[in-house]
């Protein structure tokens, strides 16, 4: 599900490196860079990168396990400053607030990490910004952040889930 004939802003390819690249790993993190058409959903496009990411997992423990937790936990209000590290701290929600210091402190080099999810997440032209809450009914859980750009459309998906 690569974001075809575009390149990469470096803030992506950070982000990429950081906490990976797409992938179908069903474990782990991956970012996902793509360009919606003017009526596409921004939660269904985030949904298709989530069952993307699991991959085979998806079928093998079938859609309600999956979708069981699936739920926006978080959405920037319009005309909010953006701090994406303060607002994925403020998550209210304790499945998804569990999730939050691994995509933020427990991962290598966290403050690179911090630094890049801001220049990404945090971007004026980035107007529509989403987290949703997701795993498999059971051990595996995780968050999905979605943000998508005005005028380009340019999407930004950060799938994260462990056990």
């Known amino acids: ?25 069903g474990f782990g993190s991956a970012v996902f860079f793509v360009q919606l058409a003017a009526d596409d959903d921004l939660e269904k496009i985030a949904l298709d990168h989530y069952r993307y990411f699991v991959g085979g997992l998806w079928e093998r423990y079938g859609e309600d396990a999956w979708m069981g937790p699936w739920r ?5 209000p319009y005309g909010a400053a953006p701090d994406i590290v303060a607002e994925l701290r403020g998550i209210k929600d304790p499945d998804a607030a569990v999730s939050v210091p691994m995509i933020l402190d427990n991962v290598d080099d966290a403050d690179k990490a911090r630094a890049v999810l801001a220049t990404v ?4 032209t980035l107007t529509d910004l ?15 952040v979605a943000g998508c750009h005005d ?11 462990l056990d």
């Open 151 to 161: 005028g380009t459309r340019d999407a930004i998906f950060l799938v994260f889930l």
């Open 130 to 144: 989403r987290v949703y809450t997701l795993g498999d009914g059971g051990a595996m859980s995780g968050l999905l």
């Open 72 to 76: 926006e936990v978080y959405a920037r």
């Open 1 to 25: 599900m690569p974001h075809p004939g575009k390149i990469k802003p470096r803030g992506v390819a950070e982000l990429e490196a950081v906490y990976g690249g797409p992938s179908q790993a």
């Open 121 to 124: 997440y945090d971007a004026f």
